[in-house]
């Protein structure tokens, strides 16, 4: 059973802080990552994907990549309250046609005017 | 262009009823995804469609069955719905591997 495993948080940050959300996977094979964000009664959303070693960057948001230590992380500049949410890793094992994800369980993030 | 739209958005059910939870994307994806969502347990795959015409079992596929009718449509059948089949019911959609996922609904079996 592949595992993705994630604080289940919840995560606390003052406005403007860096939030370090955090997730590892059981798969050495896994080719690609995904961070989600879920607000409270809404549908998860895509907000950044990565597939090599090192970092991504998209505005606020970094993702970071490590093959090696089967480790990647989001992390989320000047954090503001509109970031408050749910954020779920994603792991995709393969390169093929198969596409199925595996999530994690979810890190709560709040963010305090 | 809608994305991913889900009906209902809530049903509550009894005990061994019935019913066909709809799904359809207009974005010309050929993947196409079940999941549920519960309490602790994060998003977990029931059902999905890699293509037209073909339909494979996820994580947890008892209890449910699907139709992929055509490229747009994707639905999932509860024949004889349980308690433990409450949960929030995600379809999602890709074309490769970023999914997009419909609002959901929201399902209580009583």
Known sequence: QKEVEQNSGPLSVPEGAIASLNCTYSDRGSQSFFWYRQYSGKSPELIMF???????????????????????????????????????????????????????????????? | NAGVTQTPKFQVLKTGQSMTLQCAQDMNHNSMYWYRQDPGMGLRLIYYSASEGTTDKGEVPNGYNVSRLNKREFSLRLESAAPSQTSVYFCASSREDEQFFGPGTRLTVL
């Open chain 1, 50 to 113: 990565i597939y090599s070693n090192g970092d991504k960057e998209d505005g606020r948001f970094t993702a970071q990549l490590n093959k090696a230590s089967q480790y990647v992380s989001l992390l989320i500049r000047d954090s503001q309250p509109s970031d408050s949410a749910t954020y779920l890793c994603a792991v995709n094992e393969s390169g093929g046609s198969n596409y199925k994800l595996t999530f994690g369980k979810g890190t709560l993030l709040t963010v305090n005017p």
